[in-house]
């Protein structure tokens, strides 16, 4: 009986660690972040870059 009890018990300490998955998912979060504000970074500065110019030439 005590052989069942550990077998069960080592079960379910496997089934409830899931500290590299949970460091996965916040990696692939973290990467998506980071090319949506690349993205956004790139985008506004070209955008900034066509502004000033105008604005510039205006003067």
Do not use: C
Not at 29 to 55: H, Q, R
């Amino acid at each position: 009986m005590k052989f069942f009890t550990k077998i069960q018990a080592a079960v379910n300490s496997l089934r409830t660690e899931d500290d590299g998955a949970t460091a996965v998912e916040y990696g692939l979060m973290v990467s998506l972040i980071a090319v949506v504000i690349i993205t956004a970074v790139a985008l506004i500065g070209t955008n900034l870059d066509t502004m000033f110019t105008g604005v510039a030439n205006n003067l």
